[in-house]
C-alpha cells in the first residue's frame, strides 16, 4: 500500500503543478456532417504548423490547447471525404476561438452514405480506430442508429482478433485474442460490469441488446489510466448522448422472430430518443427494448466417454436432449448531459438490462456402461450388448433463469485553461437467480437379457439400434418408468461494485509538440456472493411417468414420451409433504456450493504523452494494491463405519465447518504504446504493457467438500485460496494502411507471456491440511505460458467499380497458444481457435442494403481432463448470415435478416484413440427477422 500512496502523491504533486503553468491559447470546434446535425466523431483535427491533433468527440466537439497567438491552418480528416483545409487566428495566449466544420457538403443528409447505411458505419468504425493511441477494433452504429446484429457479443463476432462462444445458437460470451472470456473485461460508458454468473468473472453479452449500442470498443492494449485486471482485453459498450444530434431523434423499431426448429414465432420492438434542452445545455437520450424469442435445440450427447477396450468402441452413456427455450430480454438505458458553463459538464448515465430463460429440458439417458458387452455378436461397426441390469432415465429439467445488470455512473468535467479535472462515482449490480428450478427423474431397469446394438460406423454420430420387439415395447412403454426422485433448487448470485475515480490532466507545449501529463486514482469496492439452496426429495410410488407423459418433436432419433414439466411441477407442489426429503444430500449441496467473496482494489497512475503529428507516445506505470477475503464452508460426509480422529461411526454423519481466507498484494503495471504515421496514410504502432487477472470468485473461495466411505477412501473438490493472480507481459505491433480515404488494410503481431495460469486440475494421494486424499479436484497456478497471434484486416466500399454501393471486408487471426501442465503435459490454452476468420459483402446504395456475412473459427480446447485421450474439444464450426434493408421512404425502412442459413450444428468430441468421438452434436436452425424501422 505504500507503494500506492506514494504514487498517487507524486501524480498529484505533478498535475497540480502542471496545472499552475501559463495558459496558452486554445481552439475548440466542433466537426459535422453536412447537415450540422451529426457529429463525426474520430475525425482527426490537425494544426499543420506545430502538428498538434485531437480527435472529435461523440458530440462532434474537440479541443487543443497550449497555442502561442498567431494565424494557423487546421486540417480535418475523416475516412469517406476528402481532408478539409480550416484558418483560424488567435489574437492572443488567451484567446479562444470555436470554429464549427462541415464534411462532406456536397451531399445531401438523407442520401448522405458519410454518415448513414454500411458505409457510413464503416467511415466512423475505420476514423476511429485510426485516430486512437492504441490498437482498438471498432464497431459503430450508424447515424440513425442501425446496428446490424441481435445482441452485443454478435456485433463483436465481426472484430478482427475476437472469437464468440454461443450458447443456444446465440452469441454470448467474448474471446479476444485466443483467451478465455474470463480474461477479458466489459464496460459500459466506462463502468466496468460485473458478472451475474454463479462462479466467474465473464459477463454474457447477450445480456445486453444492439438496439440500445452507440458503439462497441474492443481495446487490445491498456493504457495506465485503464484498469489492470484484463489480460485478453477489454470491450467497452457505448449508448447515445442527447448531444450526438443536434434536432430531436426518435426512432422505433418493430419486428417479428422465427425460429425454424420450433416453428414459432417471437416478437422484438424498441424505442430510441434523443435531443438537447436548454439551449443546447442540457442533453437527453433514452432507450428500450424488448425481446421475446422462442427457440430450441436438439442435442445427442455422450457421458462418461467411450469404451475403447473392446472389439468395438462404443459410448457408456448416451444422451438425447429436447431443448425448448421462450428467451425475453429487456434492456433500458438513460443518459443526461449537462453543460453548466463553458468549463463545467455533468453526466448521469444509466443502463438496465433484464434477461430471462425459461427453459424446459426433455433428456433420455440409455446407460450402456451398465450392459454387457456381447464380444460375440459384435463385429465392424456394430457394438451388441446385453441389457441385462440396465437403467433407462427419462428426466426433465424445468429452470427458469433470471440474469439482471444494472449499471449508474455520476460525473463531470471541469476545463480550467489547459487543464482538464474529471470524476466519476458509479454503482454496479448484476445478478442471476434461478427460482424454484425443478429436476424430476423417471428411471426404468431392463434385466430381460435382450440386446441394443450401437452403430458406430459414423463415429460423430453413432444410431441407436433396440433388437426385437418386446425390447422396443418395453423402451417406449411409459408405465415402466418410476420416479426416482426430485431436485428443488433455489440459486442466488449476487456481484455489487462501487467505485470512484479522480483524474487530473495538464496539456502543454513541449519543443514544439503537444504533450500533456495525467495522473488519477480509482477505488473499486467489489462484492460477490452465492447462496444455494438445493433441496433432494426421495423417490416415490405416487407417480410414474405415464401419469405424466407427453411427446416431443426431435429429428436426431427416435426420443419416446418424456414428462410434461406442467404436470410434473403440479404433483411435485400438490404432494410435497408426502414425499421425502433427503437431509443429508440437500445440506452438502447448498453448504458445499455458497460463498462469498470481497475484493477491494486500489489504484493510482500517472502517464504522460508527446505527439509531434506523425509521432505519438503515450506511457506511465499504474499500481493497483489489492485486498480480497472470502468466506465458504467445509462439509464432510463421513459413512457409517468410517474412522475420523480414531472413532468409528455408527451412523453416516455430516460435519459442517464455516472457513475463511483473505490476501493482499500489490501489482506494478507499466505501460508504453507509440503511434508512427511512416507516409501518408501508413500508421504504425508497437506497444508494450503489463497487466493481471484475479482468480475467478469461485476458484479462490474456501468451499470443501469431502466424502469418506466405509473403506476410508476420501475423495475431496474444494477451492483455493492461494492461487496467485495471473500476470501477463503482453508485446504488440501493427501497421495499417488507408488507400484512399475509403479502405483499411492491417497487419498485427501480438505475443502475451502469461505466469501463474490458473487451471483445474484432479489429484490422486494428495493431501491438504494434513488429510489424505485418495482423489482430489481443486486449482492450481501452472507457472507459465504463452500466446502469439497474426491478425489481418481489410475493408473497402469499392467506389472504383463501375457499378456503386459494394462494400467487402476481411479479417481473419492466427493463434498460437501453450501451456504446460502439472503432469508435464503441453496443451493449447482452453477456448483458443488456431483460426478465426469473418468475410463480408455488403451492397449500400439507394434504396437498397444489402449484406452477407460469414463467421469461421477453427476447433478449440473446451475442458481439460486426465489426460489428451479424455480432453474435450469443441470442432470448427462456420455460419452464414443475411441481412436485407429497403427504404420504403426518407423515415421508413423495411428489413430482414437470415442467420444461421446452413443450419451449421455445434460439435464436440472426444479422442479416446485418436479418433474423433463425439460427444455433444446439437443443431439450432435458422432464424429470421422481419420488421420495420421509423426515424424522425
Do not use: C
Not at 440437500?586 to 486500489?602: H, L, N, P, Q
Amino acid at each position: 500500500m505504500s507503494k500506492t500512496l506514494a504514487m498517487l502523491g507524486t501524480a498529484s504533486v505533478l498535475a497540480l503543478t502542471a496545472a499552475a503553468a501559463a495558459q496558452a491559447g486554445t481552439i475548440a470546434g466542433r466537426v459535422t456532417d453536412a447537415s450540422e446535425t451529426v457529429g463525426l466523431e474520430g475525425a482527426t483535427v490537425r494544426v499543420i504548423e506545430t502538428g498538434q491533433t485531437a480527435t472529435v468527440a461523440s458530440d462532434g466537439t474537440f479541443r487543443i490547447v497550449g497555442l502561442a497567438a498567431g494565424d494557423y491552418t487546421l486540417r480535418v480528416t475523416y475516412i469517406g471525404t476528402e481532408p478539409r483545409d480550416i484558418p483560424v487566428s488567435l489574437a492572443s495566449v488567451t484567446d479562444t476561438v470555436s470554429p464549427s466544420i462541415t464534411l462532406g457538403d456536397d451531399v445531401e443528409f438523407v442520401d448522405n452514405i458519410l454518415v448513414i447505411g454500411q458505409r457510413g458505419a464503416l467511415n466512423s468504425s475505420l476514423s476511429r480506430q485510426r485516430a486512437n493511441d492504441g490498437n482498438v477494433a471498432v464497431l459503430t452504429a450508424d447515424a440513425i442508429g442501425q446496428f446490424p446484429d441481435e445482441n452485443v457479443a454478435e456485433a463483436a463476432r465481426r472484430a478482427v482478433g475476437v472469437n464468440v462462444l454461443n450458447d443456444q445458437g446465440e452469441g454470448r460470451f467474448v474471446s479476444i485474442r485466443g483467451l478465455s472470456p474470463n480474461l477479458v473485461s466489459t464496460s459500459i460508458n466506462g463502468v466496468r460490469l460485473t458478472s451475474p454468473e454463479a462462479e466467474d468473472r465473464q459477463v454474457g453479452l447477450d445480456v445486453i441488446d444492439a438496439d440500445v449500442l452507440s458503439s462497441v470498443v474492443i481495446n487490445k492494449t491498456l493504457l495506465p489510466n485503464m484498469d489492470g485486471d484484463s489480460v485478453g482485453g477489454n470491450v467497452e459498450i457505448e449508448t447515445m448522448s442527447g448531444f450526438d444530434v443536434d434536432e430531436m431523434y426518435l426512432r422505433a423499431r418493430a419486428a417479428t422472430l422465427y425460429s425454424d426448429l420450433e416453428q414459432e414465432f417471437g416478437w422484438r420492438g424498441s424505442i430510441n430518443f434523443a435531443n438537447s434542452f436548454l439551449d443546447g445545455r442540457l442533453g437527453v437520450a433514452g432507450s428500450l427494448s424488448h425481446q421475446e424469442r422462442v427457440f430450441g435445440s436438439e442435442s445427442f450427447e455422450v457421458d462418461g466417454g467411450w469404451e475403447t477396450g473392446e472389439s468395438v468402441a462404443f459410448p457408456n452413456e448416451i444422451e438425447l436432449r429436447n431443448y425448448e427455450v421462450t428467451r425475453e430480454r429487456t434492456t433500458a438505458a438513460l443518459n443526461f448531459d449537462y453543460r453548466v458553463n463553458n468549463e463545467l459538464s455533468l453526466y448521469l448515465r444509466s443502463t438496465y438490462s433484464d434477461f430471462s430463460d425459461q427453459e424446459i429440458r426433455s433428456r433420455v439417458e440409455i446407460k450402456l456402461e451398465d450392459a454387457d458387452y456381447d464380444d460375440v455378436n459384435s463385429s465392424g461397426d456394430l457394438a451388441v450388448l446385453s441389457m441385462s441390469d440396465m437403467d433407462i432415465d427419462r428426466d426433465v429439467k424445468d429452470r427458469l433463469e433470471n440474469q439482471l445488470i444494472f449499471a449508474t455512473d455520476f460525473g463531470g468535467e471541469w476545463l480550467r485553461g489547459d487543464t482538464t479535472i474529471d470524476w466519476s462515482l458509479s454503482y454496479v449490480h448484476a445478478e442471476e437467480e434461478e427460482p424454484n428450478r425443478l429436476d424430476t427423474d423417471f428411471r426404468a431397469t431392463f434385466d430381460s437379457g435382450e440386446t441394443v446394438g450401437i452403430d458406430v460406423s459414423n463415429p460423430l454420430m453413432p444410431v441407436i439400434h433396440y433388437q426385437g420387439g418386446l425390447t422396443t415395447q418395453n423402451i417406449f412403454d411409459a408405465s415402466n418408468y418410476e420416479n426416482n426422485g426430485f431436485e428443488l433448487t433455489n440459486g442466488l448470485s449476487q456481484d455489487r461494485e462501487y467505485a470512484g475515480a479522480l483524474n487530473i490532466r495538464h496539456d502543454f507545449s513541449l519543443n514544439g509538440a503537444a504533450a500533456y501529463v495525467q495522473g488519477g486514482v480509482r477505488v473499486r469496492l467489489r462484492d460477490k456472493k452465492y447462496a444455494l439452496d438445493f433441496d433432494v426429495y426421495d423417490d416415490t410410488n405416487l407417480i410414474t411417468l405415464a401419469d405424466v407423459a407427453h411427446t416431443v418433436d426431435y429429428g436426431q432419433s427416435r426420443i419416446g414420451p418424456v414428462a410434461n414439466p406442467s404436470a410434473v411441477r403440479d404433483f411435485f407442489f400438490s404432494n410435497l409433504s408426502s414425499l421425502d426429503y433427503e437431509d443429508f444430500d440437500s445440506i452438502i449441496d447448498s453448504a458445499g456450493a455458497s460463498y462469498g467473496v470481497s475484493e477491494d482494489v486500489t489504484a493510482g497512475y500517472l502517464m504522460g504523452s508527446w505527439d509531434n503529428g506523425p509521432v505519438r507516445v503515450v506511457g506511465g506505470l499504474r499500481v493497483e494494491q489489492t485486498d480480497v477475503s472470502a468466506y465458504g464452508y467445509e462439509v464432510f460426509l463421513a459413512e457409517e463405519d468410517a474412522t475420523v480422529n480414531g472413532v468409528v461411526l455408527g451412523d453416516d454423519t455430516l460435519f459442517v465447518t464455516p472457513l475463511a481466507a483473505s490476501d493482499d498484494y500489490t501489482d506494478v503495471l507499466p505501460s508504453i504504446l507509440g503511434r508512427f504515421e511512416v507516409a501518408e496514410n501508413v500508421i504504425a504502432r508497437a506497444g508494450y504493457y503489463a497487466s493481471i487477472q484475479r482468480p475467478n470468485p469461485g476458484e479462490f473461495a474456501p468451499r470443501v467438500l469431502v466424502e469418506q466411505n466405509d473403506d476410508d477412501e476420501v475423495e475431496g473438490e474444494f477451492g483455493n485460496p492461494d492461487l496467485e493472480r495471473l500476470e501477463a507481459q503482453n508485446f504488440d505491433l501493427s501497421i495499417e494502411w488507408y488507400p484512399n480515404n475509403d479502405a483499411v488494410v492491417y497487419f498485427g503481431y501480438f505475443y502475451k507471456d502469461l505466469e501463474n495460469i490458473i487451471a483445474p486440475v484432479q489429484y490422486s494421494n494428495y493431501t491438504l491440511n494434513g488429510r489424505l486424499f485418495d482423489e482430489a479436484d481443486t486449482y492450481i497456478n501452472l507457472p507459465e505460458g504463452e500466446v502469439s497471434g497474426l491478425e489481418f484486416n481489410y475493408q473497402q466500399a469499392l467506389d472504383f467499380l463501375p457499378v456503386e454501393g459494394f462494400i467487402v471486408g476481411f479479417n481473419a487471426t492466427i493463434t498460437d497458444s501453450s501451456a504446460v501442465l502439472a503432469d508435464g503435459r503441453e496443451i493449447a490454452l482452453p477456448g483458443q481457435s488456431d483460426t478465426v476468420w469473418n468475410a463480408v459483402l455488403g451492397y449500400d446504395h439507394g434504396p437498397w442494403d444489402l449484406r452477407a456475412t460469414v463467421s469461421t473459427r477453427s476447433e478449440y480446447l473446451d475442458e481439460i481432463r486426465g489426460g489428451a485421450d479424455e480432453d474435450r474439444f469443441v470442432l470448427e464450426h462456420s455460419q452464414l448470415d443475411l441481412s436485407a434493408k429497403f427504404e420504403l421512404s426518407d423515415n421508413l425502412q423495411i428489413f430482414a435478416d437470415l442467420k444461421n442459413v446452413t443450419d451449421e450444428p455445434y460439435r464436440a468430441v472426444t479422442r479416446p484413440d485418436g479418433v474423433d468421438r463425439i460427444e455433444q452434436f446439437e443443431e439450432y436452425g435458422w432464424s429470421s427477422v422481419f420488421g420495420l424501422r421509423w426515424t424522425y
